[in-house]
């Protein structure tokens, strides 16, 4: 990871859906080893965000930099974590094989894994506490189990940046405490972006928030609240703040 | 069963047939693993009805126009292949109106082929066999088509297994990762027509899908890796062309329709079986 540059520079990014504008000027800054929530209403274009930095939808205007290279794919140095993969429970898919799938980037023309990949792979599943569950099938697991699998996979790929889609948004309170555990423990060793509606989290975990609402704005985690206060989001998220002083 | 193993010995336009579904059964139980898990069922679909284009139109070459060296194999790998690359186009580019436009081939190629074989003489048998299929009209020179496509669909599968398993799984996470995945699904849609001629030898259009689809589903239900399910569909596909090549020897019956019967019923019986248990 170069210390020196940023991760990631958005500078006056505009993205709309044929005639629907999602984003308007987003401009930001993302330094190396930062932890970064993006937060905001539903439809407010966080997804779009997220797929405009990993290079899946193009700018309508604007320029988006990454590790000082434009939006182009491949990037091998980003790993991407779904909110929620949606696939057959019967895919004959192993969990080993899911997370082998991190390193599809360095496979060699005859189809066989490296030994050191394999073991990329095995390290990344210890490292969320599914190697036990390597050769169930990936359809058997848990909510919970299958975001740490796909963490794990985003992991076998020694990413520099990792990008999150609401993690959490579909698991039980345990399966998110210990998601959050482990994204802790990646904290200052890569750069994170992390779209979420949890409030607490912005709070606890991340170094900056970006609000993402068409436009983009900076704050920091203890200003979350005063934020909100001025009605930035709707009433459900809201309710999980402290009571507000009247 | 005796009677038939003791023909086998005897004749060998059976022998052929039995091969001709033996070499059919590989690249059709590999591929048609991936065309389950995909789920690209009606694609094949359309690829198999309209590969009776090339057909006709070879075999009109050939009797109509002299041309001798061209056979219907042939030109129904030619048209399977021009489909799959096409039906494999219009999905990349025309995914909102994917199905309509697929149905539409599918109706176009048979349009096409019935018109060039309508125009040929003796067009009723050779529509009936590519229709219903007949193991038993395999040549050599079809045999040795058979072995060369197997060893292509086998080579193909050996390098690209990892690759296609992601595409069929996450499209998205295969495209992170640098995989040309438009490029794959495409080879995918090619070696899907390859294994599709294979099994039109055997079973004919009509049933192809049969034979695509089933041993690969029932060995899905036995297994979570896809590469075990691959090696059982094989085993499985072999199983049905063999038993069911048996039975229409025996009971006088059209091979093609017992092999997708002998299949169907299998199909139907297995999860039945696994529920009892």
Redesign the interface.
Known sequence: MNSELPTISLHDVCFSYQDTLVLKNISFLVNPGEFIGIIGPNGGGKTTLIKLL?G?LKPLSGSISIFNQMAT????Q???V?QS?H??K?????VL??V???C??K?P???I?RQTDKKKALDALEKVGLLDFQNH?F??LSGGQSQRALIA?ALA?EPDLLLLDEPTASVDTQAEGDIYRILKELQGKMTIMMVTHNLQAAIELFDRVICVQQTASIINPEQLCEHFVHGLYHTPLIKLQKPIPL | MISFLEALQTNPMLLSAVVAGLASSIASGIIGSYVV?K?IVFICGSISHSVLSGIGFCLWLERTKGIEWITPLQGALVAGILSALLIGWIRLHYRQREDSIIAALWSVGMAVGILFISQTPGFNVELTNFLIGNILWVTPSDLNTLFALDVLVILCV??????F??I???E????????PVNALYLLLLVLTAVSIVLLIQVVGIILVMTMLTIPAAIA?LF????S??MCMAVGISCLFCFGGTALAYNLDWPAGATIALTAGIAYIATPLIRGLR
């Open positions: 990993l899946f794919l491949p990037r091998q980003i790993a991407y779904p993969l696939f057959d019967d895919f004959p898919i192993s094989e899911l082998m799938q991190g599809l980037s496979l023309w005859y189809g894994f099938p359809g058997s996979r790929s | 898990v789920r050996l390098c690209l297994h990892k690759r398993l992601a069929c799984f996450d998205e996470q295969a495209r992170l990762q640098g995989l899905n297994s979570r890796r896809l075990h399910v």
